[in-house]
């Protein structure tokens, strides 16, 4: 059954007057268009709706084995998994407004990003009148199942799905879109198949934001030296996103830049990463003036410690995500940059789309965040963290 649903329905459509939820002589279609959702902020003050970016998906350039990995066409299956995909038939929009709707988020598992998120989702849902029950599956994929069956027993206005795993994804997408209930994939995509049953994906453009932190580094780098990169864990998208979008992008904007090193330390390690660099320290020396890494907590403590060790506060080091410990480094100066990726804005973006489809208005197919580089300039005004 929906949880306190007859409760929070006659809150939002009997206190819709003092919630800012228009006049009585409304249509709810014409109240929901209403809201002003383009003031609410976050924890910092910032909007809590992000600009985004819908990706242009360029040609396909054929045998994509035939490129080096330093290449961007090699990757071109893993930076566009949905450019070949021919998605089936979606539900129509009620176009009858989002306030009173019920979505039911499936949501991967818990971690301080993943709690921050969920909490905007609620803010979101809030702003626009929306019942919004979200399960957790505490990274179990077993569990995931589960709760997609009780979730199609309850029979929500949408779903917002987030995966456990990606092979699994296809089965669980399959199972909702026969039940006729519309899906918009948040923050983890699908297996490139799963793509097809979803009305809408959204979340962290990590390949446009590898390219623009290789920007960033190259610019402070002369456009030269030699660098290494720390991947995430090896086999899913952020591994390939956030390791070959740095390397593609600069071999074709800083060709005299040379990639020294490729290693994954994993992410639950500080001491393995610090090792892996204090390795490179030796081996490379003077050669050795940039680290990237795939996130801004495990990996950056390590490398920062490593370079510290050995005295080497000429390499520069930047890395993916704006955690409070990445901020706090860039402050201090220990992190040359960090780029933003917004767990809240992540959160709030599905149900913002949502919201447009209650409407009845056009959401596109696929919708990231627009990514940002944050460095001693700018910093301040992406604190307090949100995770």
Request: with cysteine.
């Amino acid at each position: 059954m929906r949880k306190a649903s007859v409760f929070l329905l006659a809150a939002v459509l009997g206190l819709g007057l003092l919630a800012g939820f228009g006049s009585a002589g409304e249509s709810n279609l014409e109240k929901s268009r209403a809201i002003d959702w383009k003031s609410a902020k976050d924890n910092a003050g910032n909007p809590l709706f992000i600009d985004t970016i819908v990706p242009e998906i360029p040609a396909n350039p054929g045998d994509v084995n035939s490129y080096p990995e330093s290449d961007e066409n090699h990757w071109y299956n893993f930076q566009y998994p949905y450019a070949n995909i021919v998605k089936k038939t979606q539900p129509a929009s009620p176009a009858d407004g989002s306030i009173g709707k019920h979505i039911i988020m499936l949501k991967n598992g818990d971690h301080p990003y993943h709690t921050a998120y969920m909490n905007a989702s609620k803010q979101a849902a809030k702003i626009f009148g929306i019942e919004l029950e979200i399960m957790s599956a505490n990274w179990d994929v077993n569990i995931q199942t589960q709760q997609v069956e009780q979730a199609i027993n309850e029979n929500p206005d949408l779903i917002i799905y987030s995966p456990v795993d990606q092979e699994t994804s296809v089965t669980h997408l399959r199972k909702l879109y026969n039940a006729q209930i519309p899906v918009i994939g948040s923050n983890v995509m699908p297996s490139n198949e799963g793509f097809q049953y979803l009305l809408s994906f959204c979340g962290p453009a990590d390949w446009d934001q590898s390219k623009l932190l290789a920007e960033y580094m190259a610019k402070r780098a002369n456009y030269k030296g030699g660098y290494c990169i720390i991947t995430h864990n090896p086999g899913g998208s952020m591994y390939y996103a956030r390791a070959y979008g740095v390397l593609t992008e600069l071999t074709k904007i800083a060709p005299d830049m040379v990639c020294l090193d490729i290693q994954s330390p994993g992410t639950d390690s500080a001491e393995n990463v610090k090792q892996v660099t204090a390795d490179w320290i030796t081996k490379y020396g003077d050669k050795l003036n940039a680290i990237f890494t795939s996130e801004t907590t495990v990996q950056a403590t390590g490398s920062i410690e490593a370079c510290e060790a050995a005295s080497r506060t000429d390499i520069l080091i930047g890395g993916i995500d704006n955690s409070n410990t990445a901020l706090n480094y860039v402050k201090k100066g220990q992190l040359t940059c960090c780029t933003n990726q917004p767990p809240m804005q992540d959160g709030a973006l599905p149900v913002l789309l949502a919201a447009k489809w209650f409407n009845g208005e056009k959401i596109e197919d696929y919708v990231f965040m627009a990514p940002a580089v944050i460095n001693a300039d700018n910093v301040e005004s992406f604190l307090p963290a949100q995770w």
